[in-house]
């Protein structure tokens, strides 16, 4: 069974950056497909960032140019690098872990908060 725990959400002043992490337990990461998804109060959820078993990666338009998505196999371990944060980009942030139809595992969440 997958377990991920996210951390480094909080309140930022917009223009801010911060850095989320997702530690993996579980599986076999480096073969997962991770994603960030977040979700704003009375949204969906929605997909912010890919990165494959291979580092390729896949953003939001919303988020091009400001968000970066990288994985450490050696840790276990996927990073969401937040810069230029906005306000809109208030949302609880989710990881998210899949793998063929065998591994579909999502974390507890982290809150960001961007104030104005």
């Known amino acids: 069974q997958v377990q991920l725990v996210e951390s480094g959400g909080g309140l930022v002043q917009a223009g801010g950056s911060l850095r989320l992490s997702c530690a993996a337990s579980?599986?076999?990461?480096?073969?997962?497909?991770m994603n960030w998804y977040r979700q704003a109060p009375g949204k969906q959820r929605e997909l912010v960032a890919t990165?494959?078993?291979?580092?390729?990666?896949n953003y939001a338009d919303s988020v091009k140019g400001r968000f970066t998505i990288s994985r450490d196999n050696g840790k276990n371990t996927v990073y969401l690098q937040m810069n230029s944060l906005k306000p809109e980009d208030t949302a609880v942030y989710y990881c998210?872990?899949?793998?063929?139809?065998?591994?579909?595992?999502w974390g507890q969440g982290t809150q960001v908060t961007v104030s104005s």
């Open positions: 998210n872990a899949r793998f063929m139809n065998l591994v579909n595992a």
């Open positions: 579980g599986s076999i990461f480096s073969r997962n497909i």
């Open positions: 990165i494959s078993s291979g580092s390729s990666t």
